[in-house]
Nanobody, 125 residues
Framework: QEQLVESGGGSVLPGGSLRLSCTPS????????MAWFRQTPGKEREGVAA??????????QYADSVKGRFRISRDRSTEVVYLQMDALTPEDTATYYC????????????????WGQGTQVTVSS
């Protein structure tokens, strides 16, 4: 079964760090663009970080709310996409999803072609 599998979520104190992983299982990237999104109850899913490599180099984008704190990267050998999250705040609490997104609008949830199942991140003292 082709799927994207997130892992690495959990509970952390404010100011702490987590690293999320998105592992393709039987899945082949076709758009060469991946992104991390997050969602809280009652709110729309928002893109926080994206990485595109269709040109041969990694290009990244970040939502303003996470710039300087989050970093997206990928392992070219395993095709795992990571989201390093530092200086976490309670406002970062959400379910985080990875998805293959359109390179021209990588942070738009509307154009995601495949979602993972999500992993919960809770930031609380």
């Amino acid at each position: 079964q082709e799927q994207l599998v997130e892992s690495g979520g959990g509970s952390v104190l404010p100011g702490g760090s987590l690293r999320l992983s998105c592992t393709p299982s039987g899945y082949t990237y076709t758009l060469f663009s991946m992104a991390w999104f997050r969602q809280t109850p009652g709110k729309e899913r928002e893109g926080v970080a994206a990485i595109s490599w269709a040109t041969g180099t990694d290009n990244t984008q970040y939502a303003d709310s996470v710039k300087g704190r989050f970093r997206i990267s990928r392992d070219r050998s395993t095709e795992v996409v990571y989201l390093q999250m530092d200086a976490l705040t309670p406002e970062d609490t959400a379910t985080y999803y990875c998805g293959e997104s359109r390179p021209t609008a990588p942070l738009s949830a509307r154009w995601v072609t495949r979602w993972g199942q999500g992993t919960q991140v809770t930031v609380s003292s």
